[in-house]
Protein backbone atom coordinates (compact mmCIF):
# COMPACT_ATOMS: atom_id res chain seq x y z
CA UNK A 1 0.00 0.00 0.00
CA UNK A 2 1.63 3.52 -1.07
CA UNK A 3 2.22 5.61 1.85
CA UNK A 4 1.81 8.71 2.63
CA UNK A 5 3.31 11.25 5.53
CA UNK A 6 1.76 14.39 6.00
CA UNK A 7 3.73 17.02 7.79
CA UNK A 8 2.26 18.81 10.90
CA UNK A 9 4.42 21.34 12.55
CA UNK A 10 3.49 24.36 14.24
CA UNK A 11 1.60 27.07 12.20
CA UNK A 12 0.17 24.47 9.82
CA UNK A 13 -3.61 25.33 8.09
CA UNK A 14 -5.39 23.07 9.38
CA UNK A 15 -7.40 23.07 5.42
CA UNK A 16 -4.05 22.40 4.06
CA UNK A 17 -3.60 19.92 6.68
CA UNK A 18 -6.92 18.45 5.97
CA UNK A 19 -7.08 18.16 2.20
CA UNK A 20 -4.69 14.81 1.52
CA UNK A 21 -6.01 13.38 4.62
CA UNK A 22 -9.49 13.29 2.88
CA UNK A 23 -8.79 13.29 -0.55
CA UNK A 24 -5.95 10.13 -0.32
CA UNK A 25 -8.50 8.64 2.28
CA UNK A 26 -11.16 8.38 0.02
CA UNK A 27 -9.50 6.11 -2.11
CA UNK A 28 -10.55 2.42 -1.98
CA UNK A 29 -10.26 -0.81 -3.89
CA UNK A 30 -13.29 -2.32 -5.42
CA UNK A 31 -13.39 -4.38 -2.14
CA UNK A 32 -13.40 -1.44 0.24
CA UNK A 33 -10.03 -1.56 1.02
CA UNK A 34 -8.23 1.74 0.74
CA UNK A 35 -5.50 2.27 -1.38
CA UNK A 36 -3.27 4.55 0.54
CA UNK A 37 -2.24 4.69 3.79
CA UNK A 38 -2.01 8.26 5.35
CA UNK A 39 -0.51 9.50 8.88
CA UNK A 40 0.26 12.87 10.15
CA UNK A 41 3.79 13.26 11.60
CA UNK A 42 5.97 15.61 13.04
CA UNK A 43 8.72 16.63 15.78
CA UNK A 44 6.63 17.55 18.06
CA UNK A 45 3.09 15.74 20.09
CA UNK A 46 1.16 18.68 19.07
CA UNK A 47 1.19 21.26 16.83
CA UNK A 48 -0.56 24.91 16.87
CA UNK A 49 -2.65 25.30 13.94
CA UNK A 50 -4.86 28.94 14.17
CA UNK A 51 -7.02 28.72 17.69
CA UNK A 52 -6.55 25.13 18.13
CA UNK A 53 -3.83 22.34 18.61
CA UNK A 54 -3.64 19.28 16.52
CA UNK A 55 -2.13 15.87 18.01
CA UNK A 56 0.35 14.74 15.89
CA UNK A 57 0.66 10.62 16.42
CA UNK A 58 3.40 10.20 14.73
CA UNK A 59 7.21 10.56 14.73
CA UNK A 60 9.33 12.28 12.06
CA UNK A 61 11.21 9.67 11.33
CA UNK A 62 7.56 8.24 9.77
CA UNK A 63 8.80 10.46 6.84
CA UNK A 64 11.60 8.13 6.11
CA UNK A 65 9.00 5.54 5.33
CA UNK A 66 6.51 7.36 3.12
CA UNK A 67 6.23 6.89 -0.03
CA UNK A 68 4.94 10.57 -0.43
CA UNK A 69 5.40 13.74 1.79
CA UNK A 70 2.90 16.73 2.07
CA UNK A 71 4.22 19.83 3.84
CA UNK A 72 1.18 21.96 3.76
CA UNK A 73 0.92 25.96 4.29
CA UNK A 74 1.77 27.36 7.44
CA UNK A 75 0.82 30.96 8.54
CA UNK A 76 2.29 33.54 7.93
CA UNK A 77 5.42 34.35 10.70
CA UNK A 78 5.47 30.81 11.51
CA UNK A 79 9.38 29.86 12.79
CA UNK A 80 11.38 28.72 9.93
CA UNK A 81 11.82 24.96 9.75
CA UNK A 82 14.37 23.56 11.82
CA UNK A 83 17.19 21.91 10.65
CA UNK A 84 16.16 17.94 11.53
CA UNK A 85 12.54 18.77 10.13
CA UNK A 86 14.42 20.05 6.70
CA UNK A 87 17.29 17.08 7.16
CA UNK A 88 13.80 14.88 7.38
CA UNK A 89 12.62 15.71 4.42
CA UNK A 90 15.98 15.69 2.44
CA UNK A 91 16.61 12.10 3.54
CA UNK A 92 12.84 10.80 2.27
CA UNK A 93 13.57 12.65 -1.08
CA UNK A 94 17.10 11.20 -1.11
CA UNK A 95 15.47 7.97 -0.44
CA UNK A 96 13.23 8.06 -3.17
CA UNK A 97 10.19 9.57 -1.63
CA UNK A 98 7.54 12.20 -3.47
CA UNK A 99 7.78 15.57 -2.04
CA UNK A 100 4.72 18.27 -2.36
CA UNK A 101 3.78 21.03 -0.93
CA UNK A 102 0.49 22.35 -0.73
CA UNK A 103 -0.22 26.17 -0.77
CA UNK A 104 2.82 28.30 0.99
CA UNK A 105 4.00 24.79 2.70
CA UNK A 106 6.55 25.71 -1.07
CA UNK A 107 7.84 28.22 1.14
CA UNK A 108 9.07 25.77 3.69
CA UNK A 109 9.90 22.81 0.87
CA UNK A 110 11.75 25.59 -0.98
CA UNK A 111 13.82 25.81 2.15
CA UNK A 112 15.29 22.35 1.58
CA UNK A 113 17.33 23.00 -1.44
CA UNK A 114 14.67 20.77 -3.51
CA UNK A 115 12.66 23.33 -5.74
CA UNK A 116 16.29 24.65 -6.90
CA UNK A 117 16.87 24.53 -10.11
CA UNK A 118 12.94 23.33 -10.74
CA UNK A 119 9.63 24.97 -12.09
CA UNK A 120 6.86 25.75 -8.52
CA UNK A 121 4.31 27.40 -7.85
CA UNK A 122 2.27 28.77 -4.52
CA UNK A 123 -0.19 31.06 -3.28
CA UNK A 124 -0.64 34.25 -5.40
CA UNK A 125 0.37 36.84 -2.90
CA UNK A 126 3.20 34.29 -1.80
CA UNK A 127 4.83 34.00 -5.29
CA UNK A 128 6.88 37.57 -5.08
CA UNK A 129 8.40 36.26 -1.67
CA UNK A 130 8.87 32.70 -2.99
CA UNK A 131 10.68 34.03 -5.86
CA UNK A 132 12.88 36.80 -4.13
CA UNK A 133 14.09 34.51 -1.56
CA UNK A 134 14.87 31.91 -3.21
CA UNK A 135 15.97 33.10 -6.89
CA UNK A 136 17.09 29.19 -7.94
CA UNK A 137 13.79 28.59 -8.10
CA UNK A 138 11.67 29.48 -11.56
CA UNK A 139 8.29 30.59 -9.71
CA UNK A 140 5.25 29.82 -12.01
CA UNK A 141 2.31 32.05 -10.34
CA UNK A 142 -0.37 31.46 -12.66
CA UNK A 143 -0.08 27.77 -12.28
CA UNK A 144 -2.37 25.58 -10.37
CA UNK A 145 -0.29 22.50 -9.68
CA UNK A 146 3.73 22.18 -11.01
CA UNK A 147 4.41 18.45 -11.15
CA UNK A 148 8.45 18.12 -12.34
CA UNK A 149 7.94 14.14 -11.64
CA UNK A 150 9.37 13.49 -7.81
CA UNK A 151 9.04 17.46 -6.37
CA UNK A 152 5.40 18.92 -7.03
CA UNK A 153 3.61 22.03 -5.66
CA UNK A 154 0.22 23.27 -5.52
CA UNK A 155 -1.38 27.02 -5.19
CA UNK A 156 -3.44 28.26 -2.61
CA UNK A 157 -6.75 26.39 -0.91
CA UNK A 158 -8.44 24.57 -3.53
CA UNK A 159 -5.78 23.50 -6.05
CA UNK A 160 -4.38 21.55 -3.16
CA UNK A 161 -7.24 19.52 -3.97
CA UNK A 162 -6.54 18.78 -7.50
CA UNK A 163 -2.64 18.24 -6.92
CA UNK A 164 -3.97 15.25 -4.91
CA UNK A 165 -6.51 14.31 -7.07
CA UNK A 166 -3.40 14.56 -10.14
CA UNK A 167 -1.45 12.15 -7.92
CA UNK A 168 -4.05 10.01 -7.47
CA UNK A 169 -4.47 9.57 -11.62
CA UNK A 170 -0.81 9.21 -11.90
CA UNK A 171 -0.95 6.17 -9.22
CA UNK A 172 -3.72 4.57 -10.09
CA UNK A 173 -5.76 6.04 -13.03
CA UNK A 174 -7.84 8.34 -13.91
CA UNK A 175 -11.28 6.72 -12.97
CA UNK A 176 -10.24 6.27 -9.44
CA UNK A 177 -9.27 10.00 -8.98
CA UNK A 178 -12.77 10.91 -10.48
CA UNK A 179 -14.45 8.32 -7.86
CA UNK A 180 -12.17 9.80 -5.22
CA UNK A 181 -13.70 13.43 -6.71
CA UNK A 182 -17.32 12.37 -6.74
CA UNK A 183 -17.07 10.31 -3.07
CA UNK A 184 -15.99 13.42 -1.35
CA UNK A 185 -18.20 15.71 -3.56
CA UNK A 186 -15.59 17.34 -5.21
CA UNK A 187 -14.91 18.98 -8.95
CA UNK A 188 -13.05 17.21 -11.20
CA UNK A 189 -9.48 18.29 -11.36
CA UNK A 190 -8.69 21.27 -13.55
CA UNK A 191 -5.85 21.64 -15.82
CA UNK A 192 -2.37 22.45 -13.81
CA UNK A 193 -1.68 25.57 -16.73
CA UNK A 194 -5.37 26.94 -15.42
CA UNK A 195 -4.51 30.47 -13.71
CA UNK A 196 -5.22 30.14 -9.90
CA UNK A 197 -6.55 33.95 -9.46
CA UNK A 198 -6.81 37.15 -11.10
CA UNK A 199 -4.09 39.68 -9.40
CA UNK A 200 -6.22 42.91 -8.93
CA UNK A 201 -3.67 44.83 -8.44
CA UNK A 202 -1.16 43.84 -11.67
CA UNK A 203 -4.39 44.05 -13.72
CA UNK A 204 -5.88 47.16 -12.51
CA UNK A 205 -2.88 48.61 -14.32
CA UNK A 206 -2.38 46.79 -17.33
CA UNK A 207 -5.92 47.19 -18.53
CA UNK A 208 -7.04 43.53 -18.37
CA UNK A 209 -9.72 43.50 -15.64
CA UNK A 210 -12.39 45.24 -17.38
CA UNK A 211 -11.21 43.21 -20.76
CA UNK A 212 -11.45 39.77 -18.52
CA UNK A 213 -14.53 40.77 -17.33
CA UNK A 214 -15.93 41.35 -20.87
CA UNK A 215 -14.99 37.89 -22.35
CA UNK A 216 -16.79 36.43 -19.66
CA UNK A 217 -20.11 38.48 -20.05
CA UNK A 218 -19.80 37.92 -24.17
CA UNK A 219 -17.93 34.19 -23.88
CA UNK A 220 -21.28 32.38 -25.23
CA UNK A 221 -20.84 34.74 -28.44
CA UNK A 222 -19.32 34.31 -31.48
CA UNK A 223 -15.79 36.73 -30.51
CA UNK A 224 -12.46 36.48 -31.59
CA UNK A 225 -8.92 37.43 -30.21
CA UNK A 226 -10.00 40.66 -32.77
CA UNK A 227 -12.65 41.21 -30.97
CA UNK A 228 -10.96 40.99 -27.67
CA UNK A 229 -8.37 43.42 -29.05
CA UNK A 230 -11.31 45.98 -30.09
CA UNK A 231 -12.32 46.53 -26.60
CA UNK A 232 -9.29 46.70 -25.12
CA UNK A 233 -7.92 49.11 -27.94
CA UNK A 234 -5.00 47.64 -28.42
CA UNK A 235 -3.74 45.78 -31.12
CA UNK A 236 -4.18 41.95 -30.87
CA UNK A 237 -0.08 41.69 -30.78
CA UNK A 238 0.16 44.12 -27.88
CA UNK A 239 -2.98 41.62 -26.40
CA UNK A 240 -0.95 38.49 -26.73
CA UNK A 241 1.72 39.75 -25.10
CA UNK A 242 -0.20 41.67 -21.89
CA UNK A 243 -1.69 38.06 -21.53
CA UNK A 244 1.28 36.60 -21.51
CA UNK A 245 2.73 38.56 -19.19
CA UNK A 246 0.15 38.92 -16.64
CA UNK A 247 -1.64 35.62 -17.07
CA UNK A 248 0.57 33.04 -19.00
CA UNK A 249 -1.76 32.00 -21.56
CA UNK A 250 -2.88 33.62 -24.99
CA UNK A 251 -6.34 35.29 -25.16
CA UNK A 252 -7.81 32.26 -27.09
CA UNK A 253 -6.95 30.30 -24.53
CA UNK A 254 -8.65 32.48 -21.76
CA UNK A 255 -11.63 32.69 -23.77
CA UNK A 256 -11.68 28.87 -24.56
CA UNK A 257 -11.77 28.47 -20.36
CA UNK A 258 -14.19 31.21 -19.98
CA UNK A 259 -16.37 29.06 -22.19
CA UNK A 260 -15.76 25.77 -20.64
CA UNK A 261 -16.53 27.58 -17.39
CA UNK A 262 -19.84 28.80 -18.97
CA UNK A 263 -20.77 24.88 -20.24
CA UNK A 264 -19.34 23.73 -16.59
CA UNK A 265 -22.50 25.65 -15.48
CA UNK A 266 -24.92 24.99 -18.04
CA UNK A 267 -24.23 21.14 -16.84
CA UNK A 268 -24.61 21.79 -13.28
CA UNK A 269 -27.79 23.99 -13.67
CA UNK A 270 -29.52 22.60 -16.09
CA UNK A 271 -31.06 19.78 -18.33
CA UNK A 272 -29.93 20.84 -21.49
CA UNK A 273 -28.17 18.40 -24.30
CA UNK A 274 -24.94 18.36 -24.78
CA UNK A 275 -25.55 20.06 -28.25
CA UNK A 276 -27.33 23.12 -26.66
CA UNK A 277 -24.53 23.32 -24.02
CA UNK A 278 -22.07 23.46 -26.43
CA UNK A 279 -24.11 26.32 -28.77
CA UNK A 280 -25.29 28.34 -25.34
CA UNK A 281 -21.27 28.13 -24.16
CA UNK A 282 -20.05 29.88 -27.49
CA UNK A 283 -18.12 26.23 -27.96
CA UNK A 284 -20.38 25.91 -31.13
CA UNK A 285 -20.46 22.05 -32.18
CA UNK A 286 -20.67 19.16 -29.34
CA UNK A 287 -17.64 17.48 -31.18
CA UNK A 288 -15.46 20.73 -29.94
CA UNK A 289 -17.34 21.23 -26.55
CA UNK A 290 -16.06 17.15 -25.49
CA UNK A 291 -12.57 17.91 -27.17
CA UNK A 292 -12.17 21.14 -25.14
CA UNK A 293 -13.88 19.52 -21.70
CA UNK A 294 -11.49 16.67 -22.17
CA UNK A 295 -8.28 19.16 -22.37
CA UNK A 296 -9.21 21.71 -19.43
CA UNK A 297 -11.93 19.48 -17.32
CA UNK A 298 -10.11 15.58 -18.01
CA UNK A 299 -13.45 14.12 -17.98
CA UNK A 300 -15.75 14.44 -20.77
CA UNK A 301 -19.36 16.68 -20.40
CA UNK A 302 -21.53 13.70 -19.78
CA UNK A 303 -19.00 12.32 -17.45
CA UNK A 304 -18.58 15.72 -15.45
CA UNK A 305 -22.77 15.88 -14.86
CA UNK A 306 -22.95 12.23 -14.70
CA UNK A 307 -20.67 12.59 -11.68
CA UNK A 308 -22.00 15.70 -10.12
CA UNK A 309 -25.28 13.92 -9.71
CA UNK A 310 -23.92 10.86 -8.33
CA UNK A 311 -22.08 13.13 -5.74
CA UNK A 312 -25.43 14.64 -5.17
CA UNK A 313 -27.71 11.50 -4.59
CA UNK A 314 -24.42 10.53 -1.76
CA UNK A 315 -24.74 13.53 0.11
CA UNK A 316 -25.97 13.04 3.27
CA UNK A 317 -29.92 14.55 4.40
CA UNK A 318 -29.91 16.52 6.31
CA UNK A 319 -31.94 17.02 9.65
Known amino acids: MHSIAVLAVDGVIAFDLATPLEVFGRCCRDDGSPLYDVVVAGPRRQARAGATALTVPHPLARLAEA ?28 HGARIASICVGALDLAATGLLDGLR ?15 PAIDVTPAALFVDNGQILTSAGASAGIDLCLHMIAGDHGSAVAADAARTAVMPL ?24 RWIEQHASEAISVADIARFAAVSTRTLNRRFADELGVTPSMWLTRARVRLAQRLLESTDHSVDRVAAASGLGTAANLRARFADIVGTSPTHYRTALTVA ?7 E
Not at 120 to 134: E, F, K, Q
Not at 191 to 212: K, M, P
Not at 312 to 317: D, N, S, Y
Request: charged residues 25%.
Open 189 to 212: TRDAGQAQYVRDDALGASGLESTL
Open 120 to 134: ATTHWRAADLLAARY
Open 67 to 94: DTVIIPGRTEGSAPLSPRTIGAIRDASA
Open 312 to 318: KQQEPAT
